[in-house]
């Protein structure tokens, strides 16, 4: 599919919520062309951007393989978290790019607004995505366990090369997810090593595999990941960097923490209420006519089950405040 360059032709490959790769995007970028010259050509451009605030790292021994994950016994990670100045991070990954096994170097997430100045003048997204904001990911060789993110995400290979696995939304079960409430960066992720799977311990893991997707970008391609859609990102080479936008649609209220505050209401109780609250959300949430379902009653009583509108998200925001507040 031809990269869109249309409000419209974008919002119709959003709507279609498939991953779609986009071969030589950003082929244009400077960037780019300075990272096919060499790690050292690549840290003393990525220098010039330098905001002088620090990037969050996460570092781990050269043993893990470049995987950050959990430590067998779940007491923690498998690396450590610290705050580095931009040049001393491209000093290391400079100093670290002829060892054999070097230790894993990533820092991500890197907002260029605030860490960039100049970025965004310079390497602009021929995307509408809105104010999503452009955000920096620079390491070397590393891998994070297969993850969602409730936001759609465009993803721009800028230096290095990123192999990107992807697996629907209807495989959460067979990716045998991890804990929700300890994460390595956010969100849940899955326990399974895709590149060595444990099918004895994970067997169901074989559907997933049969459902997933894999493809490997160079600097300059691009890829839509939609929302929801579970996905490991190898980064290859000494020094390489990505770029993603974030977006979402709706409010920004959090679905994961309906989830666990449904673990906490709902999942435990007798199987005949389980069945009649899952009556309940269909109702109100998941079935077709969930946005209607007021429609019986005059618009100054339906409250709450009103439409989407700044007013009706305060008031519902309200009243969850005060019931959890007599919880």
């Known amino acids: 599919m031809a990269a869109p360059t249309t409000l419209e032709?974008?919002?119709?490959l959003v709507e279609a919520a498939r991953p779609v790769v986009m071969r030589g995007l950003v082929e244009h970028w400077p960037v780019v062309a300075v990272g096919r010259r060499g790690v050292v050509p690549l840290a003393d451009y990525l220098r010039r951007y330098d905001g002088g605030r620090?990037?969050?790292?996460?570092?781990?021994?050269?043993?893990?393989?470049?995987?950050?994950?959990?430590r067998a016994d779940f007491s923690g990670f498998n690396?450590?978290?610290a705050q580095i100045p931009l040049p001393l991070l491209l000093e290391a990954l400079v100093d670290a790019q002829g060892q054999e096994k070097p230790a894993a170097l990533y820092a991500g997430a890197s907002t260029a607004a605030d860490h960039f100045p100049g970025w965004?003048?310079?390497h602009p997204l021929p995307l509408p995505v809105g104010d999503a904001q452009a955000r920096l990911w620079i390491g070397n060789g590393s891998r994070v366990s297969a993850h969602y993110d409730m936001a759609s995400n465009v993803a721009v290979v800028a230096a290095g090369r990123r192999r990107v696995v992807l697996f629907p939304p209807e495989q959460a079960a067979n990716l045998y997810v991890g804990p929700l409430d300890m994460t390595m960066a956010g969100q849940p992720t899955s326990m399974v090593d895709l590149e060595q799977p444990d099918l004895a311990r994970f067997p169901r893991f074989a559907s997933a595999q049969a459902s997933a997707q894999m493809v490997l970008l160079e600097p300059g391609d691009a890829?839509?990941?939609p929302a929801m859609w579970w996905h490991e990102i190898r980064a290859e080479g000494a020094l390489n960097l990505l770029v993603n936008?974030?977006?979402t649609r709706g409010t920004p209220d959090a679905p994961f923490s309906a989830l666990v505050h449904a673990i906490l209401a709902v999942?435990?109780?007798p199987a005949a209420e389980r069945a009649a609250l899952r009556e309940w959300f269909d109702l109100y949430v998941f079935g077709e006519e969930a946005a209607c379902v007021a429609d019986h009653l005059p618009p100054s009583a339906r409250g709450i089950l009103g439409p989407p509108s700044p007013e009706r998200d305060e008031r519902i925001r309200g009243f969850l405040r005060r019931m959890l507040g007599s919880a």
């Open 79 to 81: 690396f450590e978290r």
């Open 267 to 269: 999942r435990d109780r």
């Open 9 to 12: 032709d974008f919002l119709v």
């Open 120 to 122: 965004t003048r310079d």
């Open 245 to 247: 936008y974030w977006w």
């Open 54 to 70: 620090p990037l969050g790292l996460m570092a781990g021994d050269p043993s893990i393989g470049g995987r950050f994950f959990y």
């Open 223 to 225: 890829i839509y990941i």
